[in-house]
């Protein structure tokens, strides 16, 4: 294994997580390159460490902070984890994260790729990180015709990894695996000719490279249609938070209706839903956008809707406004929409809306 070592100390890339490395930024690094392209997190990575330097930090941050500084990464779970794994730093390791994979894996969050990574890169103990990169690169290695999703694939590779690791540099053989397999055996195509196990892996010597590890048969991705609605209402826009469990957990979102309604759909929604009369909704279509999760696709389509306070004069009749005092017409009539409005979210000023965290699906609407 000495020649992944010489072929990663001429060839490392040069990553901001890689220089005046601590436990801490070891942690926060790992925990954004989760299932995103190191492309993408070189921005969020010196902002998040800035902003919250130190698990002290963190752990007193609000939840909107941290998820606005997460805005556009994804899989928000993870920084929920970031702050629940603070707060338990906190409070049972002093605010110091520990050496030992066995006290890391206590923390919130850390599972045994992280705690390995942590405990090697940061710390130099000879701990296996064993992710997707280091499977794939041992079953080519060595022709294992295995599931990666498999428990019993882990196993075998943890092993085998255990096997290999050196008691020196076990950080630098870690990262040299991670690093391998994103620029040199990646899933498709690798470039074995770049690779340092070219003459020795069994896979390349067999010419079938691909066939290692085993693929699963695809399912379907559900598909889910979706309708966006930007409501502006004066100058406010109406915004909701998701629920604090299940998909986008905690993020803000706008109106999302079930299915892909056309425009007089929107309208009837409107009329419905905030009172409006019909033909006094301005309601203009933004086109159709997609986004791809892991288990789900959505397909969308969104609306910009603005709300004349014309629309409105019916609804001064309304029971649900008889108690609103307004001297001017206008303000009545926007007052009483707001209501109907505050019923389905809440009403904020571009300003606030700017601050907001919103989940990426719906960017193109943003
Ligand atoms: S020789 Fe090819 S298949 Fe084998 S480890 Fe290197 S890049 Fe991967």
Redesign the pocket.
């Known amino acids: 294994m000495s020649v992944l070592l010489s072929w990663f100390w001429d060839n490392h890339r040069d990553l901001p997580w890689r220089k005046d490395r601590t436990p801490y930024s070891t942690w926060i690094s790992e925990a954004m390159l989760q299932q995103t392209r190191v492309t993408t997190v070189l921005d969020y990575y010196p902002r998040f460490l800035e902003r919250f330097p130190s698990p002290q930090a963190l752990a007193a941050a609000t939840e909107d902070e941290v998820f606005k500084l997460w805005e556009g990464l994804g899989y928000y779970s993870r920084a929920r984890n970031l702050m629940r794994g603070a707060a338990y730093i906190c409070e049972h390791f002093d605010g110091e994260l520990p050496s030992e994979p066995e006290f890391l894996l206590q923390i919130p969050g850390i599972g045994p790729y992280m705690a390995g990574a942590i405990s090697s890169l940061a710390f130099d103990r000879a701990v296996p990180a064993v992710d997707g990169n280091c499977i794939?690169?041992y079953c080519?290695?060595h022709a294992l015709p295995l599931l990666p999703s498999e428990k019993s694939t882990y196993d075998e590779i943890y092993a085998r990894v255990s096997r290999d690791i050196p008691k020196e540099n076990p950080g630098d053989f870690n990262e040299a695996l991670m690093d391998?397999g994103s620029l040199?055996?990646t899933p498709k195509s690798?470039?074995?000719s770049n690779?340092?196990?070219?003459t020795t892996?069994s896979?390349?010597l067999l010419g079938k490279?691909e066939d290692?590890p085993l693929k699963k048969p695809k399912k379907e991705t559900p598909v889910e249609d979706h309708t966006i609605l930007k409501i502006y209402i004066g100058e406010k826009i109406l915004v909701r938070k998701r629920p604090d469990k299940g998909l986008l957990a905690g993020l803000f979102e706008l109106i999302d209706l079930p299915g892909i309604l056309e425009i007089h759909e929107v309208e009837s929604w409107l009329i419905t839903n905030l009172g409006i009369k019909k033909g006094a909704s301005d309601i203009r279509p933004l086109g159709a956008s997609r986004h791809v999760f892991s288990h789900l696709r959505w397909n969308m389509l969104g609306y910009e809707v603005h709300l004349p306070a014309s629309s409105a004069k019916a609804d001064k009749k309304r029971k649900n406004i008889t108690s609103v005092k307004a001297d001017k017409k206008d303000t009545s009539v926007e007052i009483s929409i707001a209501a109907r409005a505050e019923a389905l979210g809440k009403l904020v000023t571009p300003e606030e809306y700017d601050r907001l965290a919103f989940a990426s699906a719906i960017r193109a609407y943003r």
Not at 195 to 198: G, I, K, R
């Open positions: 794939r690169i080519r290695l391998l040199i055996c690798p470039h074995c690779c340092p196990f070219a892996c896979a390349n490279q290692f």
